[in-house]
Every structure is written in C-alpha cells, then in structure tokens.
C-alpha cells in the first residue's frame, strides 16, 4: 500500500557525524533514511530504479558545491523533491538553488521540528503537484470537450486539445473567447438563462443538444453537459462536450436504410 508505507528519503551527506544524526532523527519520526556520501552514488541510486520520496542534499560535497548541479542533473529526468542541507545562506547559494527548481533549503545548525517541518511541506507540495499534473493530463487527454469558463465573463480559461482540434483555434484564440463565439444557437440572453438555472440551484446539471461552429464555418452536433464548480471563492463553469457527429451518421444511414 503506498500511501501506508514509509516515505523514503535519500540523504547525501559526506560527513559521517551529521549524516549519522539526521538519519536517526529522521527514522525516529517514521522515514526510511539511505545514506550516500558522494554525487556518484546518488545518481546511482536515482537510475537504479527504486526512486526515493525526497531527496535531503548537502549543497558542499567533497568541499565543493556540486550538491547544487547534482540536483540539476536529477531534476532534467526525475520528479523527486529535493531539499538543500548547507551550514549558510549567500545571495550566491538561494540564487542557485532557485535555478535548479529545489524545494527550499535547511540549515544543518536548525532546530529539529523545522528540519522535519521543511521535509514534510516539500512532500506535500510534491504530492500536490503530482496530482495537479494527473489531472491536467486527463483534462487534455479526454476524448470528449472539456471547457472551462468564467461565469460573470463568460471567457474560456481552459480547452482541452480535442476541443481545439475540433474547432479548429488555438489555445491564445479561444482565451478571448466565450462559449456563444463558437455558437450560433447561443446568444448572450438565452445563455444566461441556462446559466441562471444552475445559479439558482434548482439543477446540478443541464444538459442539452446543439451545434458547434468551426474556425472555418462548418458546424457539427455536440451534446452539452453543464456544471458549476466553486474555486477558491469563485464561480466557474465547466462544460463537457460530446461530438455527436459519428452518432448521427449513423442514424442517418439507419433512416436511409429502412426507406430502402
């Protein structure tokens, strides 16, 4: 089960004293800790396969600072949440570590609870992020239209890439769009009343049947799925579209037959 087991943190640090002291604070608090002391073998460890949660990285190995450009090296092909160990802060160093996308740094010299605190934001930031992305994939994946819009505007914020294609507009066209521009059945009066329906909760969901018109003016059937959706304190809008055009095909061809 991986959201019961423990989360496994690789921490690369060449001083076996510091090394030894942060592994025990960090088992002691549910963390299965490796230790590897040289930027060989952390990009071992990472191509190996078997991927740790976190990396914890001292930004001095071997007294130089290619803690920094190891991170840099892992971050091009891994999505592993990386936070920097250092004994100080220069102008230099945040620069640096904000180059190579980091979750934040801890001074070795800081109190237990904000080391451990630092470590289980970035987890949860990387988690988070993880899962935004998995949602966006799907969103842009769908088979169906997916669009998103503003309620008071009526301006798109998001168009799934089937969507695009079908229409035939990009996504910077359709950001200064709105569902009746891509409508001839629609006009700013009869949608809102649509929309006033699902305002005044009387539905969750409408869902009806009309026409999309393309970039180039051609127009095909669709099946409109409409919802509202509170984020972060306003109202959106999400329509789900069907391309009906295959279904009608074959209706057609259905009609055609039985009349021969």
């Keep these: 089960n991986v959201s019961s087991r423990k989360k496994r943190i690789l921490l690369v640090e060449d001083n076996r004293l510091t090394a030894g002291v942060l592994s025990d604070l960090l088992d002691e608090n549910g963390y299965d800790t490796e230790i590897v002391n040289t930027r060989e073998e952390t990009l071992q460890k990472i191509n190996s396969g078997l991927l740790p949660d976190l990396i914890l990285m001292d930004i001095e190995l071997a007294g130089e600072m290619n803690g920094i450009e190891t991170a840099g090296r892992i971050s091009k092909t891994r999505d592993i949440p990386i936070v920097f160990?250092?004994?100080?802060?220069?102008?230099?160093?945040?620069?640096?570590?904000?180059?190579v996308n980091a979750y934040g740094f801890v001074l070795k010299n800081m109190d237990k609870a904000a080391l451990l605190s630092t470590v289980e934001m970035a987890l949860k930031l990387n988690q988070a992020m993880s899962h935004a992305g998995m949602f966006e994939r799907i969103f842009e994946s769908s088979l169906n239209e997916f669009y998103i819009f503003h309620l008071k505007s009526l301006k798109f914020i998001a168009v799934n890439y089937v969507a695009r294609k079908n229409l035939g507009y990009s996504a910077e066209e359709l950001s200064n769009m709105s569902p009746i521009d891509i409508n001839d059945e629609l006009n700013p009066k009869s949608f809102q009343k649509l929309l006033n329906t699902l305002l005044d909760r009387k539905h969750e969901q409408i869902v009806f049947n009309t026409v999309h018109r393309r970039k180039d003016g051609t127009v095909y059937p669709v099946e409109i799925s409409l919802q509202l959706h509170d984020y972060d304190g306003e109202e959106l809008c999400v329509a789900l579209g069907v391309d009906l055009s295959e279904r009608k095909k074959l209706e057609e061809e259905k009609i055609y037959k039985e009349e021969q």
Aim: glycine letters at 0%; proline letters at 0%; zero cysteines.
């Design 85 to 99: 160990l250092t004994a100080q802060t220069t102008d230099e160093i945040v620069d640096k570590i904000k180059k």
